[in-house]
């Protein structure tokens, strides 16, 4: 039997997905060009916000790939998830310190590194050995 707890997330996530899935179709049928939620990440991203590729590279391979290999693994389940922190607080001091062009390039360079941490050190797949 599944618990509370467990039903109460999947529900959330439920939740979130139809609210953004809804979100997504009003934006597309409001009649105002360029405003759906990709074309303003890109725009966020290009300019103080580029971690959110990084970002949204980490929870990508986090959920969707991710290494069984147990070398990967930090000996505390929240280090992963502190050092994600860091990194994105680093990326935001960055972005108002040093002005750079963002380019596409650059942009999918952090999505590939973020795909790279959440595929190796945030991985839900370790194996657990007894």
């Known amino acids: ?3 509370i707890q467990y ?5 959330i996530m439920i939740g979130i997905t139809i609210t953004y899935f809804v979100l997504e179709i009003l934006l597309m049928l409001n009649g105002i060009d360029q405003d759906t939620s990709n074309i303003l990440l890109l725009d966020w991203s290009k300019g103080k916000s580029f971690f959110i590729p990084f970002a ?3 929870i990508g391979g986090h959920l969707f790939l991710g ?3 147990a070398a ?3 000996s505390n ?3 992963p998830v502190l050092i994600l922190f860091g990194l ?3 990326m935001v001091l960055i972005a108002f310190k040093v002005p750079f062009k963002k380019s596409k390039a650059v942009l999918t360079a952090l999505l ?3 795909f790279l941490y959440g595929h190796f050190f945030w991985s839900m797949n370790y194996t657990v050995t007894p």
Do not use: D
Not at 7 to 11: A, D, G, L, M, Q
């Open 88 to 90: 994105t607080i680093i």
């Open 56 to 58: 949204l590279g980490a």
């Open 7 to 11: 039903i109460s997330v999947v529900n």
């Open 72 to 74: 990967f693994k930090m």
């Open 1 to 3: 039997m599944e618990s």
């Open 67 to 69: 290494t069984s290999n």
């Open 77 to 79: 389940g929240m280090f």
């Open 112 to 114: 590939i590194a973020g």
